[in-house]
Every structure is written in structure tokens, then in C-alpha cells.
């Protein structure tokens, strides 16, 4: 892994530690503005910081035991005209991928998958 890759995610790490994740959208909830779609995981994000679109850094969270940041979304939204990261914590492989997924699965929205090398 490069050096400024291990920084990277040095630096996601520091966040996600010294940030609390607040979840506001429970696994099997509906979208309040788009009710056809439904979270397949526990969605929120991490209090006390900023993304592009003004609200803290989302965070979809798995069920694995294991407490790290594994992927990262890189996603553009044309509808909202925005584009933001997305955080997979704690998310198996079968996640990651459910997740990667939801983010391609419209015309309207594209995202790009960054695995964490561990």
C-alpha cells in the first residue's frame, strides 16, 4: 500500500474515533422523500463533521464483528446534484457489495468503490 493510501485511511480512522455515528435511518426504513426505496443496512453518519451536501459524513453500517472502515462510496447524484463519500463500517463482503449496488442501481446515481486493504 502506498504511503499516503495507509494516511488516508490513518485519517478515516481518527474520525471515526473521535466522532459519534448517529443513525438516522434504521435497517428496513423507507427513504422519507423516496418511500420505494428501503435501507438494507443501518444508515447514519458521523456528528460533527461536514460533507459537500452540508450534513455530516454518511455511514452505512454492517454486522461484522469487525469495527472498521472497510470500503469507501465515492458517489455523484445528478437528481441532487451532488456528490459525496459514503463510509462502509463494519460491513462483510456481501455488504460492501449490497451496498455498491444500491449506489449504481438508478440512472440517477453512480458510485465508485474503494476497497480498504487490510
Known amino acids: 500500500m502506498h504511503k499516503f493510501d495507509l494516511e488516508f485511511w490513518q485519517m478515516i480512522d481518527k474520525l471515526m ?8 435511518r434504521k435497517k428496513g426504513t423507507r427513504h422519507p422523500r423516496y418511500h420505494d ?28 464483528d469487525e469495527k472498521v472502515v472497510k470500503a469507501m462510496i465515492s458517489s455523484v447524484d445528478f437528481i441532487k446534484g451532488d456528490s459525496e463519500i459514503k463510509l462502509l463500517y463494519a460491513c462483510s463482503d456481501d455488504e460492501v457489495q449490497m451496498v455498491y449496488e444500491q449506489h449504481n ?10 476497497l480498504r486493504k487490510l
Open 17 to 24: 474515533e473521535s466522532h459519534e455515528i448517529v443513525i438516522d
Open 37 to 64: 426505496y428501503i435501507y438494507p443496512l443501518d444508515y447514519g453518519y458521523l456528528e460533527g463533521t461536514v460533507s459537500s451536501d452540508g450534513d455530516g459524513i454518511d455511514v452505512w453500517i454492517g454486522t461484522s
Open 105 to 114: 442501481r438508478s440512472d440517477g446515481m453512480k458510485g465508485i468503490l474503494t
